[in-house]
């Protein structure tokens, strides 16, 4: 067990919610009640944020079944990290090849 181990887990609901942010914005606004969509944290954040408890369960020698527990936020983090950025690389792919399309007048 390691130390301030509610604190964090409330780290982690935070990181999730942020990863809902990312995701759904429109939703979390009207959940929330929030005039406007809130903006994310950076990727680069939330690695550093999720990276203070497994380092910390490293640092105390916690049974290795902890550490991967601790762990599995920043794996997460990473297939979502993954996903955007298919489907990111995906519309801008297919809006490049809307752009190349050939338009004939009166057709």
Not at 27 to 47: A, E, F, I, W
Not at 77 to 101: D, H, P, Y
Request: proline content about 6%; overall charge positive; some cysteine.
């Amino acid at each position: 067990m390691i130390p301030f181990a509610t604190g964090f887990t409330l780290l982690a609901l935070f990181i999730h919610l942020n990863l809902a942010i990312l995701f759904h914005p429109d939703d979390v606004r009207t959940c929330l009640q929030l005039t406007h969509n809130p903006k994310p944290l950076s990727y680069g954040m939330l690695y550093a944020l999720s990276a203070v408890a497994p380092t910390l369960s490293l640092f105390l020698y916690s049974p290795w079944k902890t550490t991967l527990w601790w762990l599995l936020t920043t794996v997460v983090i990473f297939v979502v990290q993954c996903a955007m950025n298919t489907i990111e690389s995906s519309s801008r792919g297919i809006s490049e090849l809307e752009s190349k399309r050939y338009v004939f007048r009166g057709a």
